[in-house]
């Protein structure tokens, strides 16, 4: 009787960490990344790539997913493991829900660490590759990579 008592505080407690670690990812997206991908994830064509409305397509293949953590500016970043961890879930989530795949998996901190140590040399070539594989499975992302072009 007593757990039943217990079971509104246990998933308020639950809800509150969740909401914390939304509101700490948002903190280190401000600090770390909103310099150049802009408070929007917008960034600047041409120089930043913009995350907002896209980044999510990555997340359609393996290499991409590795692709996004490899990259210079996450795989050298001050931050910990588990706080690039909470930013990546918190920005893919926030900026880019609806490219996301059906299957997505958030991002974990093992899977983070291990990614950080091999950082992508080309990041620029890199990604053009892997846009293009995932654009040929992915409809939506084609129709955006044919627009950019014009």
Request: hydrophobic residues 45%; aromatic residues 6%; negative net charge.
């Given at each position: 009787?007593?757990?039943?008592?217990?079971?509104?505080?246990?998933?308020l407690?639950i809800?509150t960490?969740?909401?914390?670690?939304?509101?700490?990812?948002?903190?280190?997206?401000?600090?770390?990344?909103?310099?150049?991908?802009?408070p929007?994830?917008?960034?600047?064509?041409?120089?930043?790539?913009?995350?907002?409305?896209?980044v999510?397509?990555?997340?359609?293949?393996?290499?991409?997913?590795?692709?996004?953590?490899?990259?210079?500016?996450?795989?050298?970043s001050?931050?910990?493991?588990e706080?690039?961890?909470?930013?990546?879930n918190?920005?893919?989530?926030?900026?880019?829900?609806?490219?996301?795949?059906?299957?997505?998996?958030?991002?974990?901190?093992?899977?983070?660490?291990?990614?950080?140590?091999?950082?992508?040399?080309?990041?620029?070539?890199?990604?053009?590759?892997?846009?293009?594989?995932?654009?040929?499975?992915?409809?939506?992302?084609?129709?955006?990579l044919?627009?950019?072009?014009?």
């Amino acid at each position: 009787m007593a757990a039943l008592k217990l079971a509104p505080l246990i998933l308020l407690a639950i809800g509150t960490a969740a909401l914390a670690d939304d509101h700490r990812a948002k903190v280190n997206y401000q600090i770390h990344c909103q310099g150049c991908h802009l408070p929007d994830a917008s960034g600047f064509p041409g120089k930043v790539p913009r995350m907002n409305d896209f980044v999510g397509y990555f997340l359609h293949s393996r290499e991409g997913r590795e692709f996004l953590v490899r990259v210079p500016g996450v795989s050298a970043s001050r931050m910990s493991d588990e706080a690039i961890t909470e930013v990546m879930n918190w920005l893919v989530k926030t900026y880019s829900a609806e490219q996301l795949p059906s299957t997505f998996e958030p991002f974990t901190v093992s899977e983070v660490a291990v990614l950080r140590e091999q950082r992508e040399n080309d990041p620029e070539r890199t990604r053009m590759r892997i846009l293009q594989t995932i654009a040929a499975n992915v409809p939506e992302l084609a129709a955006e990579l044919a627009q950019a072009e014009q």
